[in-house]
Nanobody, 121 residues
Framework: QVQLEESGGGLVQAGGSLRLSCAAS?????MGWFRQAPGKEREFVAA????????LYADSVKGRFTISRDNAKNTLYLQMNSLNSEDTAVYYC?????????????????WGQGTQVTVSS
């Protein structure tokens, strides 16, 4: 059983930056970040393999967001730069028991409670 806890969300002005963290208990393999804006479905943001040898990004965040992980600390990160109002959402950390990274939320077995990110224009 894996438990995930996100932190680092908050209110930021457009053009600003935030770094999200996700502390995991238990062994994790591929992990990812998803987000859900009000009235919208949950969408993929980024994913990373256990040894960071493979990463995936949504087109909407490519070049602005960077996913990384520190396996010694069992922590996943999402560095978010050049934020805009469309990035406002609840951000969720997710982990799967497999090695391969996927974009589909149904591929992930464990989920955190989410952290709110609000970008003001």
């Amino acid at each position: 059983q894996v438990q995930l806890e996100e932190s680092g969300g908050g209110l930021v002005q457009a053009g600003g930056s935030l770094r999200l963290s996700c502390a995991a208990s238990g062994r994790t393999y591929a992990m990812g970040w998803f987000r859900q804006a009000p009235g919208k479905e949950r969408e993929f943001v980024a994913a990373i393999a256990r040894f960071a040898d493979s990463t995936l990004y949504a087109d909407s965040v490519k070049g602005r967001f960077t996913i990384s992980r520190d396996n010694a600390k069992n922590t996943l990160y999402l560095q978010m730069n050049s934020l805009n109002s469309e990035d406002t959402a609840v951000y969720y950390c997710a982990a799967r028991t497999g090695w391969v990274v996927f974009r589909g939320s149904h591929e992930y077995d464990y989920w955190g409670q989410g952290t709110q990110v609000t970008v003001s224009s």
